[in-house]
């Protein structure tokens, strides 16, 4: 059959072709195209197969990726030999990139046609917004310019989204960031804003995971799909915890600690599972305790993209539990954390959305007077504290107070002690240490650790 004028799938197996008999031509590629610029969904199957070996100093070849694609049935449909054949039709090294930007070029095309005719098929709708056509339009444009990475915006057109942005916020209808849930918080940062990362950093219990889950459930709540990607805890045990604060929320708390155990009651059991399925539909997507490194991170969140734009649902925010947990393969931890901040932060621009890094500080806040986390806890993890947009810090005195021995307390060291417990009992500061663009301070909040519920004080 012959390729249809906006694809070119013999340019495709000569370049799949060339990377496959030396990987030295991937780096040369690597910037030019995605495995999504294939017109030949199998073709792009492949290429996110060899930059997956790659990633990890493995050699990509058509005896290696057969292996890597035996449950592939596109691949399958094409013969055991099409790889082979693949390799046998390869081009010069020298050549690879022209052809790389060749069907690079040539998706860029396909996509533009068929933003073009969605939008075409929209003026046809006497009812259609003509604001909404150009939104699409002005957001197709948007898209390309992060995927070219390079291209110029003039002024006149970075005013005019500065005033799109302004406007939006204005009026007030929606936020222009994703929304918190935390009342307080959305009206210092505006919520979470596209392209941002957001580092959260504080002491292990200190509540950082259980925030930034609330923090998810309550974006899918409202309409924006999250892609949730811890390498602490496993997906049911992160649904148990978002389970556990429905229930709070529906003022039934059932503490997920007890569902784990096995010691609730039978009420409770089912004011759990009546809690599971009312919030079963959110759009939060988890990943393997596999997906460790930053490659497979990349590729997890671009899928989640995919699969929530297919729902209707776009990502609209991506949280990874915690940085120092990450792989990059990097000397020391130092290099490694500053790789992982840095992707971090190409990701939330990459993908259009804001990344919530978590962030483990080490022991020096617990030997201090104060455990309040400062910048400088976050100095020694890499680069992290430069790259971020917005750094908070969850804090929670109780945690500190009730740990404290009073045995070497008079009595009256003891009351004061307690009434300064019961002062900051089920509270928690989250601090906002730096924003780019705007005021730093501190939100007080509800934590009930054992629900994972976190509301705004007076909530
Ligand atoms: N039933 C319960 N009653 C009281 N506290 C609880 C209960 N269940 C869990 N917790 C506490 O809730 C906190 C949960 O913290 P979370 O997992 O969010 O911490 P974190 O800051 O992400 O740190 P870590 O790295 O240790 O996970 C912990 O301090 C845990 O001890």
Redesign the pocket.
């Known amino acids: 059959m012959a390729d249809s004028p906006l694809e070119n799938i013999g340019a495709e197996q000569n370049l799949l072709g060339s990377i496959l008999l030396n990987n030295d031509v991937l780096p040369r590629v690597s910037g030019l195209i995605t495995a999504e610029d294939f017109a030949d969904p199998v073709h792009g199957r492949i290429f996110a197969a060899i930059q997956a070996r790659a990633a990890k100093d493995q050699l990509a070849d058509a005896v290696t990726l057969r292996a890597m694609m035996a449950d592939d049935a596109g691949l399958a449909d094409l013969g055991p030999e099409y790889l082979a054949r693949l390799a046998g039709a390869a081009i010069s090294i020298f050549a690879a990139p022209d052809y790389a930007r060749l069907i690079a070029g040539l998706a860029k095309k396909r996509r533009l046609a068929a933003m073009l005719s969605d939008a075409l098929e929209g003026l046809g709708d006497a009812d259609a917004d003509a604001d909404a056509i150009l939104g699409q339009v002005e957001a197709f444009g948007l898209s390309q310019e992060r995927r070219g990475g390079a291209e110029i915006i003039s002024f006149m057109k970075a005013a005019g989204l500065a005033v799109v942005a302004a406007s939006a916020a204005h009026t007030g209808e929606t936020l222009p960031g994703v929304p918190t849930g935390v009342e307080r918080l959305d009206e210092m940062l505006g919520g979470f804003h596209a392209g941002e990362l957001i580092v959260l950093g ?10 930034a889950l609330s923090i998810a459930t309550h974006a899918a709540t409202c309409g924006h799909g999250v892609g949730f990607i811890s390498l ?1 805890m496993d997906a049911a045990s992160l649904a148990s915890r978002a389970i556990s604060e429905a229930t709070a929320l529906q003022n039934r708390p059932v ?4 569902v784990r155990r096995g010691t609730v009651s039978d009420r409770e059991f089912d004011d759990f599972r009546g809690a599971a399925k009312d919030i079963s539909e959110l759009p939060i997507s988890f990943t393997p305790p596999q997906c460790r490194d930053l490659e497979s991170i990349y590729s997890s969140a671009k899928r989640m993209q995919k699969l929530f734009a297919s729902r209707g649902t776009p990502l609209g925010l991506l949280v990874v ?2 940085v120092q947990l990450v792989r990059a393969g990097r000397k020391t931890r130092f290099e490694e954390v500053t790789e992982i901040s840095i992707a971090l932060k190409s990701m939330a621009l990459t993908l259009g959305v804001p990344v919530l890094a ?1 962030s ?1 500080l080490n022991r020096g806040v617990d030997n201090r007077d104060d455990h309040r986390p400062m910048t400088s806890d976050l100095r020694e993890s890499g680069q992290l504290e430069q790259d971020a947009d917005v750094i908070l810090f ?1 804090y929670r005195a109780e ?1 500190y107070l009730a740990r404290k021995s009073t045995d070497d307390m008079e009595s009256i060291e003891i009351q004061a002690h307690y009434a300064a417990l019961d002062a900051v009992r089920g509270k928690m500061e989250i601090i906002v240490d730096k924003q780019r663009n705007g005021d730093t301070g501190t939100v007080v909040v509800r934590f009930d ?2 629900t994972n519920f976190v509301r705004g004080i007076g909530a």
């Open positions: 504080g002491r292990p219990g200190m509540g950082k995971s259980s925030l602490e503490p997920y600690s007890a539990d915690y978590l483990q969850c945690h650790p054992a």
